[in-house]
């Protein structure tokens, strides 16, 4: 029987490592989306890059990170960072660039400056499509930081792989079911933000 509190280490150390790369992905992938919007070369390298590492195995890029960086929880952030990142600028972009070209000629027609026009209809045109990218990049997280507990990330991971190990159905559960928990937590949280955030005209 797997200890209650051994659990509650686990999964908040499971909630850090995940959403602090998540975090790092958002920081990095929304700007470099709107940089695209201004480069077509920038946004081809962009799309095309991130079609290509969809591609990739999660357990593949986990592998790779090892030689170059090490173990540890700051490799594995980065492990994660790179696999959650690609989704939401690819979402980012597209949510961003599939705007009407008459809404951007009106809003410039009226004055409005490039800034006002990516906060008044650009981001919010682009709120559905950001919002699956992120929700998308967070179950990834989520799911990738019990595979980075290999390379000593800690966490749930710990738990299902020190299970498999010993044969122990408890503590394979005890790591996995708290896992799946995040990630319905995940889907529920972001959709219902998604609809309290998305323009009612945007709404079906």
Do not use: C
């Amino acid at each position: 029987m797997v200890i209650f509190s051994v659990i509650t280490d686990a999964t908040v150390e499971h909630i850090i490592l995940a959403y602090s790369a998540l975090f790092v992905s958002i920081v990095i992938a929304i700007p470099l989306a709107f940089a695209s919007l201004y480069s077509t070369r920038l946004a081809s390298i962009v799309i095309k890059f991130a079609n290509l590492a969809q591609a990739v195995p999660s357990f593949a890029v986990v592998a790779i990170v090892v030689p170059l960086i090490g173990i540890g929880f700051t490799p594995a952030v980065i492990a994660i960072m790179l696999r959650a990142l690609l989704p939401i600028i690819k979402n980012t972009y597209i949510g961003l660039s599939n705007i009407d070209p008459l809404f951007i000629e009106y809003a410039k027609g009226i004055g409005l400056t490039d800034w006002q026009i990516n906060r008044y209809i650009r981001i919010p045109n682009a709120y559905p499509a950001m919002f699956a990218g992120i929700k998308f990049a967070a179950i990834l997280a989520n799911s990738i930081a019990i595979l980075t507990a290999i390379i000593g990330s800690g966490g749930l991971g710990e738990l299902v792989f020190e299970g498999l190990i010993a044969f122990n159905t408890d503590k394979i559960l005890a790591g996995a079911l708290p896992a799946i928990i995040l990630a319905f937590f995940i889907d529920v949280s972001f959709s219902i933000l998604e609809r309290i955030l998305t323009p009612v005209y945007l709404k079906s």
